[in-house]
C-alpha cells in the first residue's frame, strides 16, 4: 500500500516568514503552494516551487478566500461564479511559475474556510471543480474524504483524493471540527498517530463526540507551520511504514 502525504507550503509573503518549507519538503509527497490570496506571494511561490521540483514532489495549488489578514480561515459570502473566477486565476497563476521552471502543476486543494465550505456547499464544490476542469482536465482535485468537493470533482470528470487530517478531530458527519471549538486540534503527537493508523488500516475515524464514522485516506495532510512539524512528520512516516 502506498500512501500520499501533503502539505500546506509557501504561506510566506513579503517580511512574513511562516513554516520550515525546506524542511518538510523532504518529506513529503504532494505540496499545496499558497497562490497569493490567503497567503504567499509572487517571489515565496516561484522559490517554493523551484524547492519542489528539486526535491521531486508533486505540485497543486492551492486557492483560498481573498483574505490575508485572516490567512483564508473567515467565511466570505461570495457568489459561484466569482468562486470560480478566483480559483481559475490562482490556479493560472501557480501553474504559469511551474511551467516556467519545466515542472507541471498536479493537482488542486482549495485552503482554509473556502476548503471547508466546499466539503458542505455543493455550490461552491461545483465552481471550484469546474474551474479546475476548464483550466485543465487532467488535475487532481483534492478534498475531504467523503465530501461534496470529491462529489463535484467526480461530476466534472476530474480524478479526486479523498484527503485526511493527521491532527484535526472529526465532527459526527465527517466534517472537521471547526478551529473556533474547543478540540478541534489534536495536540498529542500519539494521538495523531492512532489516528492515523486506524484511519488508513480500518477506514474508520471516532469523531469528538464518540461516534466511528467511515473514512477513505488517500491522501494524509501534515501542517508544516508549527516547530514540532518536522519531528511529526518523521513519526508518522515511521509509523505508516510498520503499520502498512
Do not use: W
Amino acid at each position: 500500500m502506498q500512501i500520499d502525504l501533503n502539505c500546506d507550503l509557501g504561506e510566506s509573503f513579503g517580511a512574513f516568514v511562516k513554516g520550515n518549507d525546506q524542511g518538510i519538503l523532504k518529506r513529503i509527497t504532494s505540496a499545496n503552494i499558497a497562490c497569493g490570496f490567503h497567503s504567499g506571494d509572487p517571489q515565496v511561490m516561484l522559490k517554493t516551487v523551484k524547492l519542489a521540483l528539486h526535491n521531486g514532489v508533486k505540485i497543486g495549488a492551492h486557492p483560498g478566500y481573498p483574505d490575508l489578514q485572516g490567512f483564508g480561515r473567515r467565511h466570505i459570502e461570495i457568489p459561484p461564479e466569482e468562486i470560480y473566477a478566483l480559483v481559475l486565476y490562482q490556479i493560472g497563476a501557480l501553474s504559469a511559475i511551474v511551467r516556467s521552471q519545466g515542472g507541471q502543476l498536479s493537482h488542486v486543494k482549495p485552503h482554509g474556510a473556502l476548503y471547508n465550505r466546499a466539503a458542505i456547499d455543493i455550490d461552491t464544490a461545483n465552481a471550484i471543480a469546474q474551474a479546475t476542469a476548464d483550466y485543465d482536465p487532467g488535475l487532481c482535485l483534492y478534498g475531504l474524504a467523503g465530501s461534496e468537493l470529491i462529489t463535484a470533482g467526480k461530476k466534472a470528470g476530474l480524478k479526486t483524493v479523498n484527503e485526511v487530517f493527521a491532527d484535526r478531530t472529526y465532527l459526527s458527519d465527517g466534517t472537521l471540527t471547526p478551529r473556533s471549538q474547543e478540540g478541534a486540534v489534536i495536540h498529542s503527537d500519539e494521538q495523531a498517530l492512532a489516528q492515523v493508523i486506524r484511519m488508513v488500516k480500518e477506514h474508520k475515524v471516532v469523531s469528538l463526540d464518540g461516534i466511528e464514522i467511515d473514512i477513505l485516506p488517500e491522501s494524509i495532510c501534515l501542517h508544516g507551520d508549527n516547530e514540532k512539524a518536522l519531528d511529526f512528520a518523521e513519526k508518522i512516516i515511521e509509523a505508516l511504514k510498520q503499520a502498512i
